[in-house]
């Protein structure tokens, strides 16, 4: 029965997007991929009972599909419900990384499956928005739909979260040390933009050896407004740069972790916003000493889905979604977040948030929500350690 279920459902969407587009769009789709072979198989069971290469072949050919249905969205001027859905690209990030022409082909796919379902507002989680030019070529190749990726809300998420951090573990935006890792691109850039706005004065960026040019550029922008020459930020194509950090932001469109266990010190703090994750699995196992956090994570109460988005509770949903949401219930029209971020615009997603009253979620990894015992741990190794 389950399998007629979904090969039913796959069928379907592939009949849908031959169809022709609805003259009315006033729903919403989110656009996501598998973090890995195994959240595949969370969708597609009988992959488990295949060898991983043809697995990998299914999933290289199947065309986007309807994920679940999203609930409990209304718009806020008229108290109208909003019918959503979460859309699949069934491309592995290594997959999506080592094939980008193919890549594209399939979130156009899944664009046009929204619009055929009466999107008219999507948006771009995961690698779909990096590997679109930050949804650019999506705006180029369909005009019958408004684009977001979600990364407005991301960054203010990312960056409140780091704010709160900070305050609970009472580490001074003046003096404290942070880093950026994946500090070049789009959502790292608008971080440490927020972040230099609030204060902070000793910022690492960390990229690709080849933006070196490009992250100088981005250091000389953000030391503009600096006339007492006080900022201390600087780059560095070293991972391993970031061991004297207190608190790194993880924001890198690797289809792999990057971050180690040797990479931090004893009570070092990361917000890991990756998806999939840049913090190898095994630091979280093996170093009780550093505290973990998912960046982008909202707590949106009247919001149902049924998905395992790796989350820790059912009202929890990442904030590139939570912006697709916002937009929704507002009936703003136009495209938003596409490109490079601008930090008038984060502000403005940030208001829409709050009139729809979502909030941080409580601070959680991929093991569940963050214990008050394991941050007495780390508030204690940071107050005793060494000056």
Request: charged share 25%.
């Amino acid at each position: 029965m389950k399998l007629f279920s979904l090969i039913y459902g796959v069928m379907a969407d592939l009949i849908v997007a031959y169809l022709p587009s609805p003259k009315v769009k006033d729903k919403f789709a989110f656009i996501v991929h598998p973090r890995s072979t195994y959240d595949a198989v969370n969708k597609f069971f009988f992959l488990k009972f295949l060898p991983k290469p043809i697995a990998n072949f299914f999933l290289r050919h199947l065309w986007p599909i309807t994920a679940t249905k999203i609930e409990g969205l209304k718009y806020l001027e008229t108290g109208k419900s909003i019918e959503g859905w979460i859309l699949g690209v069934p491309l592995t990030p290594r997959q999506m990384i080592e094939n980008r022409t193919l890549a594209k082909k399939r979130i156009l796919q899944a664009v046009k499956l929204a619009e055929k379902k009466g999107a008219r507002i999507v948006g771009l989680g995961g690698l779909t928005g990096s590997l679109t030019e930050g949804g650019t070529y999506i705006v180029n190749n369909n005009k019958k739909v408004d684009i977001t990726t979600g990364r407005s809300y991301t960054a203010y998420t990312v960056t409140e979260n780091l704010f709160k951090l900070a305050g609970y573990f009472d580490i001074n935006l003046a003096d404290g040390k942070f880093a950026i890792v994946g500090g070049g691109g789009s959502i790292g850039l608008a971080c440490a933009e927020m972040l230099v706005r609030a204060g902070i004065n000793n910022l690492l960026l960390v990229d690709l050896i080849g933006r070196k040019e490009n992250m100088e550029k981005i250091i000389k922008q953000l030391k503009q407004d600096d006339r007492d020459n006080i900022l201390n930020i600087t780059f560095s194509h070293q991972i391993h740069d970031i061991i004297n950090s207190d608190i790194v932001i993880a924001a890198t469109n690797a289809p792999e972790a990057v971050i180690k266990s040797e990479d931090l010190k004893p009570g070092a703090i990361v917000i890991d916003d990756a998806q999939p994750s840049d913090v190898d699995k095994a630091v979280i196992k093996e170093r009780d000493d550093v505290l973990i956090i998912e960046g982008g994570v909202i707590r949106a109460d009247n919001i149902k889905y049924r998905m395992n988005m790796g989350l820790a509770g059912r009202n929890d949903i990442f904030s590139c979604l939570a912006e697709v949401l916002a937009i929704a219930a507002h009936g703003e029209n136009g495209h938003y977040t596409v490109g490079w971020l601008d930090l008038n615009l984060i502000d403005e997603i940030s208001k829409l948030g709050i009139a729809l009253d979502f909030k941080l979620a409580p601070f959680q990894n991929k093991y569940g929500y963050i214990t008050e015992e394991k941050m007495q741990k780390i508030r204690k190794i940071i107050r005793n350690k060494p000056a």
